[in-house]
């Protein structure tokens, strides 16, 4: 019999965020279990791209690989990539919202408060502006799973990611405000990585990723496949008592009691 977290046959996901790095990998992990797939990112051009690349990796790739370039922040292109969800596959079973954004970097007393306000409207409002839709077009009636992309930063201050961080600390709050209110029907998880080896968070790691992974009690930086294999899990049928919940994946870093 084939384990539920390798089944993920007859389901439709829809990942945010999806062009490269985590979001490309949880696509790319759920396309290979089964399910159709449909990713969102800003830039269309790279966005077809990589779901060129995750069709090929399946022999039913055309039909289980739709791209629809939507730029998270804005409602109207969320409300059209779950109607293109909807047209092309008939349901939405999980939602991953992976989209988030870090234009400032450094002390709050500097920060650009428009800036924070951008960040907060895309890495919080426009996760549960996707909520919204996605319990609105399916969820509601049917159940299904939803994983918001966090991270370790909205567990503990960093001194330099603070605006950041509070918008995933938020994430966090608004995954087990969305676990209360929407099971048992629906399942609302959070994962939180720390430095992953993505272009995202280049910045952290680049020309002293040997000095930066010391830190870390695994002595290695995270990649997309670490995310992407937990996402699978908590979307699956192997977790169905599992809700509200934040999973770092990290390394070992927060258990060291520090973000360096």
């Known amino acids: 019999m084939t384990s539920p977290t390798q089944d993920f046959a007859g389901k439709s996901v829809l990942v945010t965020g999806a ?9 790319a992990e759920l396309l290979s279990r089964g399910a159709s797939v449909t990713v969102t990112a800003r830039k269309a051009e790279q966005l077809a791209a990589a779901a060129e690349q995750l069709a090929d990796t399946v022999p039913d790739g055309a039909e289980r690989v739709l791209a629809v370039p939507s730029n998270a922040g804005r409602p109207e292109e969320r409300e059209h990539a779950v109607e293109q969800v909807m047209a092309r596959f008939g349901r939405l079973d999980v939602l991953v919202n992976n989209t988030g954004i870090n ?14 306000s951008k960040i907060f409207d895309v890495n919080v409002v426009a996760a549960l502006g996707f909520v919204q839709l996605a319990w609105k077009a ?14 370790v930063a909205g567990l503990r201050s960093s001194g330099v990611l603070g605006a950041y961080g509070a918008s995933k600390a938020a994430l966090i709050r608004l995954t087990e405000e969305l676990a209360w209110q929407l099971g048992p029907g629906v399942r609302v998880n959070a ?10 968070a280049e910045m952290l790691y680049a020309a002293r990723e040997e000095d930066a992974s010391a ?6 930086l995270g990649t997309p496949e ?19 919940e934040t999973v770092r994946v990290d390394g070992g870093l927060l258990a060291t009691g520090s973000l360096g």
């Open 103 to 116: 234009p400032v970097f450094g002390p709050l007393m500097d920060a650009d408060l428009g800036a924070v």
């Open 19 to 27: 062009s490269r790095g985590i979001g490309h990998a949880i696509a």
């Open 191 to 200: 994962v939180a990585p720390a430095t992953v080896k993505t272009r995202f």
């Open 138 to 151: 399916w969820l509601a009636e049917h159940g299904g799973a939803v994983v918001n992309v966090s991270s």
């Open 226 to 244: 670490d995310v992407a294999h937990l996402v699978a899990f908590l979307v699956s049928d192997a977790a169905s008592w599992i809700t509200g």
């Open 215 to 220: 830190a870390y009690p695994m002595k290695r």
